[in-house]
């Protein structure tokens, strides 16, 4: 099974620049996520891998093989290049039965029926839809629709998955059980399985590795929980986490002898960080729940009011904001705090990431410099 | 693996390689080679005849090189201009029967639009009883072929001031003014109740696909239900009304048959009667001349139906939501606009088959009496006392030759018609956004646009003798065929494209994925599909291929005879009862054959009018 490597892969419509200079390597037996919001690029290159679309340059190999290059104007045709994929909408051929529909890649293949038949059932049994073989695509419910979408690709065991939103039309439930189920099929057979989604929550809890793109442009590629911990730029921690990352833009700066960050109104004290200087134009970004509501007493805490409260069952999430400085803090007490309540606000060690508002690159990862112990 | 993967570095060498690779895949691209060989067929069959009639419209023609001095034939002239439009018979060739087609057009579309209109209103938004069935039966006068409410006029009408033998109303001792028996009126008040169904499906379909969430926005905000018609129903299908106005004008243009049935007679001439006849009198220069006009004019009607309504396909796709539709209650006027609507359409499908019945079945002409019938004219044998010996319709060979050149071309050209039309839907659709699929799109519009008569004298141009390898055609089945097929193509491109576009691109692309080849894709994949859409698609073709006059009428020769144009030929005779016969045999053949495709294919044109 390959590695499939994109160099320098640019797809442009008219003006319009859908993917620009992508160099990835998905390594075999991966399962590569591609997640963005809506319009990022991703699905362009999911079909420029399966052989649908074109680059207009670049190079696409699966291992030495090139499959795509824009200087020989040479592009293997989707059938040679053992892809399997899975459309949003499923594709299924509503004029055949699930069995025909699974058939169909195989009888391709020129395999014997006896062969055939042998393999959908065995497939079948895998997916659990042996019971459905002889109905008709509209006679199946989503999630039954979705496993004979899989069996379909899956029945010529090509060495590479392409999933392009799959799980996005089924409901909740549904398709929190069909994650489950992707995993499990990938733990199992190992396949190299590369998944498009826009959904983050999704990407994170399959992918063995996760890509964002935004506007055409790859923005980090690293494991799920790296990438949530330490995001590269603005973007993707802003994308990455719901509720989503507070955000304080400001100016580095130092009051008497200690360093922060000088937000509108209000003076965040934190450690140094290196190559960070005084006067600097920063952001300080902020997980909820990398934050803590304190007494308002508390000398180590910063003094805010609550705004609104709003509990989402496992959490409650509380709104605090000081003049023009607003966060969402995940609440380690059980209680709803009225508006207007006075609170303390303190950070968790290393919790707090700085980016150059300029570039929205990182700048690394600092801590608060609570009062009492600051140097 | 590949050979040409390996190299590297040598340009001379990469330009090869660029040149097979972009070769190999041009063909792997099936839709890329099919869009080329479309463009090819549509520049020759859709461009070539209107460009060879201007051709032959400045061409001297050898008969008339005599009359004119200092040229030769074959050679470039401005002398069919000139007598067309400067000489001093430009009022009898072109101005006069310009003025008279503007007389008819206008009046009849507005009375068509008056028609169709009020009756779809009734059937989609009214309580009126049956309205099912009154949608049902206020379509059948656009299925009849358009000659027939003309005959049965002349049936009822005729009176004694241009000779021969009179209607029935003259037997009964009424004499009808002339006015009233030939001339611009009964071409109006026939060709309104010819077109006025068109209309009607418009109206009605704009009226019943009103997303009725914007009605129930205004009924939350407390407007009645005459408010909601007059403030957001009528407003709402305004574009459609305006827009089945337009077309039925441009489509008035183009009509011959009611015009040469009840024009001619008193010498009453419109654009198309008077093209006929150039062409009969052996003018074609000024003939071509006056299909030009047509078109420009047919083109700057629809033209400005575009303006209006903003979209060349004049469908308001507004999408229906279930909902509830404001019906107006009729209450105490159900009963007189019941009895109304029935009388109409008594008046305009009944009374006239059976008129046109009445009229095969009279010995003498002109005398209504029940001794006077006979069965002479459908089985009776040749008498030479009788109609210079022409048999009963049933005993003639050539009615039997002509019954089955009609049901020929009819099956023929909507099938081909319908492939044709899916093919090029494919490519549109493929293609999107590329030069090429715009212009396939745009040009396989382009015979709507040409009146019927224009466009088979475009084709007369084109084929009447044989140019590059291709024969001439003149005269032959073939070109009927390829006529026919070709002026319909605007529907079944439009039914072809909607049918891809509905069907989606993943379709196919799994296909793609799971290896199978482009043939392989369009057997398995598209086809079956498509293939409810492809024999509804054939309905409309199919039954306007067999009441078709005003498009093969220039074309038709005595070997290629059609029900439609042999009807015409036995007008022309004045063997009413013959004609009307051939009629009724082919109104027959039309409802057979469009019960049998509803049937087949569960389409129906009032689907969905009147609940």
Known sequence: ?375 | MQPETQVTGKKRHLFFVRLWNTTKRAFRNPPFVLSILLLVALLYLVIGPLFTMLQSALTLHPRDALFVRGEQAGQFTTYYLVRTFLSNMRNVLFFQPLINTFVVIFPMSALALVIGGLLAWLVVRTDLPGRRMIAKIAIIPYTLPSWTLALAWITLFKNRTVGGSTGILEWLGITPPTWLSFGPVPIIIVMALHYYPFSFLLIGGALRDIDTRLEESARVLGADTKVIMRRIVFALITPAVLSSWILTIARGVGSFSAPALLGRPVNFQVLSTRLYSNLQTGSPGVAYLLAVMMILLAISFLYLNQKVIGTRKGFVTITGKAGTKSIVKLGRLTKPICILVYAFLLCVVVVPLITVAIETVVMMPGDYSLSNFTLHFWVGKSDPHILSGQPGVLRDPEMWKALWNTLKLGVLSSVFCAFAGLLIGYTVVRLRGRWISKVLDQLSFLPYLVPSIAFGATYLSLFAKPRLFIPSLYGTFTLLVIVTMIKNLPFATRAGISGMMQLGHEIEEAGIVAGAGWSTRMRRLILPLQRSSLLSGILLPMVSGMRELSLIIILITPGTHLLTSLTFKFTDYGYYSISNALLLINILLVLVATIGVQKLTKNDLSAGLGG
């Open chain 1, 1 to 375: 099974m390959p590695n499939i490597t994109l160099k320098n892969v640019t797809k442009r419509f008219g003006d319009v620049v859908a993917v620009d200079d992508f160099s990835l390597t998905i390594p075999d037996g991966s399962f590569m996520c591609f997640l963005g919001p809506s319009g990022c690029g991703k699905t362009t290159t999911l079909r420029m891998i399966a052989g649908l679309a074109d680059p207009t340059e670049g190079e696409i190999y699966m291992d030495d093989r090139l499959v795509y290059s824009s200087e020989q104007a040479f592009s293997m045709s989707p059938k040679d290049r053992d892809v399997g994929l899975i459309f949003q909408s499923y594709a299924l051929w509503p004029h055949m039965t699930v069995y025909k529909n699974i058939a169909f890649g195989l009888e391709m293949e020129k395999m014997p029926a006896a062969k055939i038949k042998e393999k959908v059932i065995e497939i079948a049994g895998v997916m659990a839809i042996g019971e459905l073989l002889e109905r008709f695509p509209a006679e199946l419910s989503g999630g039954q629709q979705q496993r004979v979408a899989l069996a379909r690709s899956l029945a010529p065991q090509p060495s590479c998955l392409l999933m392009d939103e799959p799980l996005s039309n089924l409901d909740a439930k549904l398709r929190v059980d069909m994650r489950a189920e992707l995993k499990r099929i990938h733990g199992e057979t190992k396949q190299t399985i590369i998944y498009v989604t826009h959904d983050q929550i999704e990407a994170l809890s399959l992918g063995t590795q996760v890509v964002i793109m935004h506007q055409g442009k790859l923005q980090q590629l690293d494991e799920p929980m790296e990438m949530y911990k330490s995001p590269a730029n603005l973007f993707v921690g802003e994308f990455i986490g719901s509720p989503r990352i507070n955000m304080v833009p400001g100016e580095i700066a130092v009051a008497g002898d200690q360093f922060g960050l000088q937000a509108d109104g209000v003076f965040f004290p934190l450690e140094r960080i290196s190559g960070v200087e005084p006067g600097k134009k920063v952001t300080m970004a902020v997980r909820p729940e990398d934050m803590r509501l304190a007494e308002p007493e508390e000398a180590t805490a910063l003094r805010f009011t609550t705004y609104s409260t709003l509990p989402t069952g496992a959490d409650i999430y509380t709104r605090v904001y000081r003049g023009n400085v607003s966060f969402t803090v995940r609440q380690e007490q059980r209680t709803i705090l009225p508006p207007e309540t006075e609170v303390g606000v303190d950070f968790v060690d290393e919790g707090i990431l700085l980016f150059d508002t300029e570039s929205e690159q990182s700048l690394g990862k600092t801590s608060f410099a609570r009062p009492n112990q600051g140097t």
